[in-house]
């Protein structure tokens, strides 16, 4: 009887720690040894935007296991703040810093483009830079398949007639021109 008494007290004690094993992992850190990065927060993002935002970029595991501990703290994140925070972190940790720490970042004259500084892609990896997402740019051919959103441009057709030279300048701030090899860093590039 005492046998049948201790091996169900051992089950039952082994059933609650893997139970606590597996509730805390939902409040640790997503990853190791990250840099920190600004999160701004604008006047207009509800809570469900912040925690989402949180999760879609790896700063949260499990974001009702992170609406659990805000809500534990009791506590108001502040719109229109800065608070520099880590995917090292776990969700108490944030936590407290979204509650405790952070900088006035008024969005009077608008606000960030990206909520994280710097940018980060779905995840949490960090966005490239723009010398790293036109290094493909080799000649000018490249350069004028390049030029969008991210900027770049070409010589005038004026210009084209007059010299007889193109010239290209990619969005990274490299001029090119047609017909050589190579580049030059352009005028206040």
């Given at each position: ?80 703040v800065r ?17 405790n ?26 966005a ?37 030279i ?10 090119f ?13």
């Amino acid at each position: 009887m005492v046998n049948k008494k201790l091996t169900s007290f051992i089950l039952v004690l082994l059933l609650l720690v893997a139970a606590a094993f597996v509730i805390q992992s939902r409040f640790s850190s997503p990853r190791q040894n990250t840099n920190p990065v600004e999160y701004t927060i604008g006047k207009n993002l509800t809570d469900e935007a912040i925690v989402n935002d949180l999760q879609y970029f790896g700063f949260i595991k499990d974001k009702y296991a992170f609406k659990f501990a805000l809500k534990l703290k009791g506590g108001t994140i502040n719109r229109e703040v800065r608070y520099t925070i880590s995917q090292s972190m776990t969700a108490w940790q944030i936590v407290n810093i979204l509650l405790n720490h952070g900088e006035k970042s008024s969005c009077d004259h608008g606000c960030p483009e990206s909520n994280f500084n710097p940018k980060l892609i779905p995840g949490g990896d960090l966005a490239p830079t723009i010398k790293e997402k036109y290094e493909w740019v080799k000649t000018y051919e490249d350069c004028v398949k390049a030029i969008g959103t991210d900027g770049g441009q070409l010589s005038s057709e004026q210009y084209a007639q007059k010299t007889g030279i193109r010239k290209c300048v990619s969005p990274d701030g490299r001029e090119f021109t047609q017909g050589k090899e190579g580049w030059v860093t352009s005028v206040g590039g």
